[in-house]
C-alpha cells in the first residue's frame, strides 16, 4: 500500500486539511512546472508552433491512460464543466414527452443546462431525490434505474454525489440507458483521480471532469471525453486550433470546413495554455504513477477505524458499497450537534466541508492517522 504522500505537498503544517473535495492543494512538481510555463511567456521567442499541441497532446494521452480510454483524440481540453455539459447538451435534441433525469441537489454545473435544454424544447427535466431510507445509497440507485424509461432521452449524474460521496453503480444504469436508447453523461469532478473509473466498460457518452480537484491540477482547466455519438456535433466555439491541419500556421487563412479528428471540435479556444496545461499534465502523470486504486486503498484504510468509531457515537456513515473511501458524509440526527461541530472544527483549524446535512469528508495521501485522530477527537468530544 502506498504510505502518505505529504512531503510532495506544500500545506500548511497548522492546519489539518480533509477536504479534497472543496480543491486540492499542488503538488510541488506541479507549482514547478505553473512556474516553468510562466518563464517561458517572459521570452515568447522560445514558443514554437509545435508548442502549441505537443503538451496538449501529452495530456490527453496521459488522461486516457487515467480513464482507460484508447483513443486520445477522444479527450479534449475545456475550462470548466458547465463548459463540457454545455457542449453536451448543446448537441442532444429532446421533444415534447421526453425527460432527461438528473439526480437531487447535484451540483448546479450539471443541472442548469439540462433545465434550459428541457424548457426550450417543452421536455421534462426528472430530478431523482434520495430515499429517506436506512439503506439510502442502495435505495437511492434503485430509484434512478426505475426512473429511466423510453421517454428518457438523457440520464446526467455523477459517479459520486458531491455533496455526501454516495457511489451510484454506473454499470447497471448504462445497461438501463442502453436498453432504452438513452444517453448517459457523467460528472467525474468528484471521482476521476482518486477512485478507478473505466471508459472502456462504462461506455459513458460523456464524461466532465473538474482539474482543480481529485485531478490534483490548477483552477480553470478541465478535461472532457465524448463518445461516438457526439462525433458530428456543433462546438460551443468556433475557433482557429479545432480546424483541420490548423498546425500549418501559415495556410491559417486558407478556411477549412473540417475539425480535427475525434472529438477535439469541442475543445476550448486557447487550449494550449502554457501555464495550466503542463501543471495539470504533471499532476495526471503523477495520479497515474501512484494508481488510482492505490489511492482508494490508502483513503479505506486511513479511515477504517475512525468511522468504526464514530459510528459507536451515534453519527450515520453510508455503507461501503455506496460511498467513496475518498470522499464520504457524516451524519447526525441531532442538528444541534452538528452546528456545534462546524464551530469546534473551525477553532481547531481542521478543514472539511459542511453540505446539506453532512460533514463531507474527503482525505487524500497527504494525510496521515494524526490528521485523522484529530478530527476523530473533535466529533467524539461533542
Not at 414527452?97 to 417543452?122: H, M, T
Not at 498546425?247 to 486557447?270: I, K, P, S, T
Request: charge should be negative; include cysteine.
Amino acid at each position: 500500500m502506498l504510505s502518505c504522500q505529504k512531503e510532495l505537498f506544500s500545506l500548511n503544517g497548522e492546519a489539518t486539511y480533509i477536504n479534497c473535495a472543496y480543491m486540492s492543494p499542488l503538488l510541488k512538481s506541479v507549482e514547478k512546472a505553473g512556474v516553468k510555463g510562466i518563464e517561458g511567456k517572459r521570452n515568447p521567442i522560445s514558443v514554437t508552433p509545435d508548442d502549441f499541441f505537443k503538451n496538449t497532446e501529452l495530456l490527453r494521452a496521459e488522461y486516457s491512460k487515467l480513464i482507460n480510454s484508447d483513443d486520445p483524440k477522444r479527450s479534449v481540453v475545456i475550462p470548466s464543466v458547465s463548459y463540457g455539459i454545455s457542449t453536451a447538451a448543446k448537441n442532444i435534441k429532446v421533444k415534447v414527452g421526453q425527460k432527461i433525469i438528473v439526480l437531487a441537489e447535484q451540483f448546479p454545473s450539471n443541472y442548469y443546462p439540462w433545465k434550459r435544454l428541457c424548457d426550450e424544447n417543452g421536455a421534462q427535466l426528472v430530478v431523482v431525490n434520495a430515499p429517506k431510507s436506512t439503506d439510502r445509497g442502495q435505495a437511492w440507485n434503485e430509484a434512478i434505474l426505475n426512473s429511466i424509461d423510453g421517454s428518457t432521452a438523457a440520464v446526467a449524474m455523477a459517479h459520486v454525489h458531491w455533496a455526501d460521496g454516495t457511489k451510484f453503480d454506473l454499470e447497471a444504469i448504462r445497461k438501463k440507458t442502453n436498453e432504452v436508447g438513452a444517453l448517459l453523461i457523467i460528472d467525474g469532478t468528484q471521482s476521476i483521480g482518486a477512485l478507478p473509473f473505466d471508459v472502456q466498460k462504462i461506455k459513458p457518452d460523456a464524461l466532465i471532469c473538474a482539474g482543480y480537484k481529485w485531478l490534483l491540477g490548477p483552477y480553470s482547466i478541465g478535461l472532457g471525453y465524448f463518445g461516438e455519438a457526439f462525433d458530428n456535433g456543433v462546438p460551443l466555439e468556433e475557433n482557429w486550433i479545432n480546424r483541420f491541419e490548423s498546425e500549418n500556421f501559415a495556410g491559417l487563412v486558407n478556411y477549412n470546413d473540417d475539425y480535427q479528428h475525434g472529438a477535439l471540435r469541442y475543445e476550448v479556444g486557447e487550449h494550449s495554455n502554457f501555464i495550466l496545461v503542463p501543471m495539470l499534465l504533471e499532476s495526471i502523470r503523477q495520479i497515474n504513477q501512484w494508481g488510482v486504486e492505490n489511492i482508494q486503498e490508502y483513503c479505506k484504510q486511513l479511515f477504517a477505524e475512525a468511522n468504526t468509531a464514530l459510528m459507536n457515537h451515534g453519527y450515520t456513515i453510508e455503507s461501503e458499497k455506496y460511498r467513496g473511501h475518498h470522499l464520504f458524509g457524516i451524519r447526525s440526527a441531532d442538528t444541534s450537534r452538528m452546528e456545534k461541530l462546524k464551530v469546534k472544527l473551525s477553532e481547531n483549524k481542521i478543514s472539511v466541508s459542511v453540505r446539506g446535512d453532512a460533514i463531507r469528508v474527503s482525505p487524500h495521501l497527504y494525510n496521515d492517522s494524526n490528521d485523522v485522530q484529530k478530527f476523530v477527537d473533535i466529533l467524539t468530544s461533542i
